[in-house]
């Protein structure tokens, strides 16, 4: 669907797309009939909701099931099984569960699928054939096809694995992997399928496919089965949930009834059974391996667990290859930053030295052409818009207060007046050498034009339905092309990221402090070594092992006699510690090397709201301790709330991990906001000084002397035992790595027995900025 959309004939009214989106699929009153539900209030194990079509598994009217006991329709031996599953910790792992059903005929077995929402227990039951249950060669061949995914070297190989293994195992006609865009639009980019059924590959689909609400019922809940499109949904008796007093949600329900919107979409792609698969990622919908049928098609709980489980691995599979290629990008970087660094270093004429290093700055950002505007004027190499039109763009960037990275594949769409030869330059990736700076680098890429094949005609007018204010789905999937010109390849985050850096280096050489940046390019080096082997070394080397490891020391453990003591004990004991130690370094090394590579764009957060949250996740340890924290009232900063999050919890854990024995741990938290200036090359010529936000974080604890101020700030430094306090000494140099990414400092100040006090600084920025937060 396209964004301008052409009203139907006699109707002057715009159609609203949004319209889809509001759509309360999660609460459709109602179930498809392959299976039954019901739902109860625990503790009582009695139905207070039941799928209209439990007459015609059980013989019982919905009336004699409500409020009586489960007995009544199913085996003594199956509610108890049921009523052990629902004592334990984890239900889902005990799907399916063997129910017995009592019918006018006998009894008859059927799976069981339990999970808990909104104060509601639902066991849905469905179909159970004994004679098509998995066989040890089926769980074999997942092993295989496990295995299969793991080799993959690229990702249009593993995409295309996962398909081949997925319709092996489903039998479905055809089974495509659905890659979503940032735009939610999305891409068929692997397939495999029988030859009764069309090809979808390479199709694209709009976003309006897929509505908002959708997605988000295929992120929370990952497997989606309709065997057959054609059936009448079975309503709920009553639809109400006691708990809540409105309808009952059925998002995590394998039998909720499905869209009439999505029903539609599928006859008009003759399709009449249909399973998805959910690929996440981060916590974000990647994808989906979504299978079509023909014809009607289910497939048993323990297949759609199966397929689940070749969606997690392709999941690491992606996230593994991505992240090689990201571990291969920043070595280039680092490559670069060396030879420039040296390059730069002896000369005094910074145009020259930048474009004796053009060739490397334009294969390290596969761009076509590269400038430096600013200092005396502009500099260009290769490819790319003339010096009055790239004198015109900066001033238009120093207008929009960009201060952070801007980067668009269509420039002609955001800046009109660059507009005049997309084939020369169509990408525009500029990064300023300062704050609110006039001076900027900036790389270039030409049009690439493509052909997007869609499946139907994705700006065809929009048409209401014969069902009143529903959209109509396009009746027609047949391709449909269209080039796209004016756009460019697409920035990815890594090459913003190296972009950012190589910024970093110039402004040090402007600055005169070739030494300091030998440090810091000696420290980024360094940095590259611990990305790269935890990338390769601890995600690999070190886990896998460590975890026989651990196994092996449980066994041992187990295998000794229960009244064995002494030094055997004590070897065994001191195994599973060190592994311990082990993990907790193996993890916290992790989570240092994803500051800056997994972090969120900057959004205006309150850090009352911040300290209130770390707080709240606090509050067991402080009343423990009997510990007491003041707080003055913080201001809103831009930041990135999870990693701003992170620094005051460390900060804060650490003054009541490292309290004082003779009393109890009284913390203070102070926000300032103070003026500061800014030098040339941080400021425009009608910019402001720049002011920051100081939070001071203060203890009574035990304190530290002063000459470690600096060393606690490095990995691994710690200044105790680890049999005198628990950590592996990351923490402080996560908040160090966080601060810095945020452009700002943190020190430390100390008295031994006395206490100690962190101080941290955030660069302020105006909150009416009209450049974009999120980028």
Not at 142 to 147: G, K
Not at 230 to 242: A, E, K, T
Request: net charge negative; with cysteine.
């Amino acid at each position: 669907m396209g964004d301008q959309i052409v009203p139907d004939e006699g109707n002057a009214a715009a159609v609203d797309l949004t319209s889809c989106d509001r759509e309360p699929i999660h609460v459709p009153g109602g179930i498809q009939p392959h299976g039954v539900l019901l739902a109860f209030v625990e503790p009582e194990l009695r139905p207070v909701s039941v799928s209209a079509d439990i007459e015609a598994f059980t013989g019982l009217l919905p009336q004699a099931v409500l409020n009586a006991p489960l007995a009544t329709c199913m085996t003594e031996a199956s509610v108890a099984r049921l009523s052990a599953v629902l004592a334990g910790d984890d239900l889902a792992a005990a799907n399916p569960i063997a129910i017995a059903l009592r019918t006018p005929a006998g009894v008859r077995d059927v799976d069981g699928i339990v999970h808990r929402h909104d104060g509601l227990t639902i066991l849905e039951l469905e179909p159970r054939d004994e004679e098509q249950r998995p066989s040890g060669s089926f769980f074999r061949s997942i092993r295989t096809a496990i295995r299969r995914l793991q080799t993959a070297v690229d990702l249009k190989a593993a995409c295309e694995i996962a398909a081949h293994e997925v319709r092996r195992i489903t039998g479905f006609d055809r089974v495509k992997i659905y890659r979503f865009a940032a735009d939610w639009s999305g891409q068929v980019i692997a397939e495999e399928r029988g030859g009764g059924i069309p090809s979808l590959y390479d199709f694209h689909f709009p976003a309006s496919d897929i509505p908002a609400q959708s997605r988000a019922l295929y992120t929370s809940n990952p497997v989606r089965i309709i065997p057959d499109i054609g059936y009448r949904p079975s309503p709920l008796v009553p639809d109400r949930n006691p708990v809540t007093g409105g309808p009952i949600d059925l998002s995590f329900a394998v039998l909720r009834s499905v869209s009439p919107v999505h029903i539609e979409y599928m006859v008009n792609m003759a399709v009449h059974g249909a399973m998805s698969v959910s690929i996440v990622r981060d916590g974000r919908l990647w994808g989906l391996i979504s299978c079509h049928n023909t014809l009607p098609r289910f497939v048993s709980f323990e297949v759609r667990q199966a397929c689940e489980l070749i969606a997690q691995v392709l999941t690491w599979q992606i996230a593994v290859l991505e992240e090689a290629e990201i571990v291969r990008h920043s070595v280039r970087v680092r490559a670069v930053q060396q030879r420039l660094l040296h390059g730069l270093g002896g000369r005094k004429d910074l145009h020259a030295g930048l474009i004796r290093g053009g060739d490397e700055m334009l294969a390290l950002m596969s761009a076509a052409g590269f400038a430096l505007s600013g200092f005396d004027g502009v500099t260009t190499y290769g490819q790319t818009l003339s010096e009055p039109e790239i004198t015109a763009l900066v001033a238009w960037l120093a207008r929009i207060d960009s201060r952070d990275v801007f980067d668009t594949d269509c420039l002609a769409a955001v800046h009109p007046a660059s507009a005049g030869n997309p084939e020369t330059v169509s990408g525009v990736l500029a990064v300023p050498l300062g704050r609110a700076s006039t001076y900027f680098m900036l790389w270039f890429r030409p049009e690439v034009a493509q052909t997007v094949t869609w499946g139907g005609d994705p700006h065809k007018p929009v048409r209401i339905g014969p069902l009143g204010e529903r959209l109509q789905t396009r009746a027609s999937f047949d391709a449909w092309r269209e080039v796209v010109r004016g756009r460019s390849r697409l920035w990815q985050p890594h090459e913003i990221v190296a972009a950012i850096e190589i910024r970093d280096l110039v402004v040090d050489v402007i600055l005169s402090k070739a030494e300091e940046l030998e440090g810091v390019n000696r420290q980024l080096a360094r940095s590259n070594d611990e990305l790269e082997s935890f990338a390769y070394v601890a995600s690999h080397d070190l886990k896998e092992p460590l975890r026989h490891i651990e196994a092996f020391a449980g066994l041992l453990k187990e295998s000794l006699p229960a009244d064995s003591e002494g030094r055997l004990g004590d070897m065994v004991g001191g195994i599973e510690t060190s592994s311990r130690r082990l993990r907790a370094l193996i993890n916290d090394l992790a989570e240092y090397s994803r500051v800056g590579r997994q972090a969120r764009p900057l959004a205006a957060v309150p850090l009352d709201e911040v300290l209130a949250d770390v707080l709240a996740d606090l509050r067991p340890v402080l009343e423990e301790t009997g510990a007491t924290v003041s707080a003055t009232a913080l201001p809103e900063v831009l930041c990135d709330r999870s990693q701003i999050r992170q620094v005051l919890q460390n900060l804060i854990s650490n003054a009541l991990k490292y309290r004082h024995p003779d009393r109890s741990p009284a913390i203070t938290v102070d926000g300032v906001v103070e003026a500061g200036a800014a030098s040339e090359i941080d400021r425009g010529p009608a910019a402001e000084p720049v002011r920051r936000v100081r939070i001071v974080i203060a203890d009574n604890g035990i304190g530290f002397d002063e000459k470690y101020r600096e060393q606690i700030f490095e990995p691994f430094q710690r200044l105790h035992g680890p049999d005198e306090y628990e950590g592996t000494g990351i923490g402080l140099a996560i908040c160090r790595k966080i601060v810095q990414r945020h452009g700002g400092s943190i020190s430390a100040a100390s008295r031994a027995d006395i206490g100690s006090t962190f101080t941290f600084t955030l660069p302020m920025r105006s909150l009416d900025d009209d450049g974009d937060l999120g980028r």
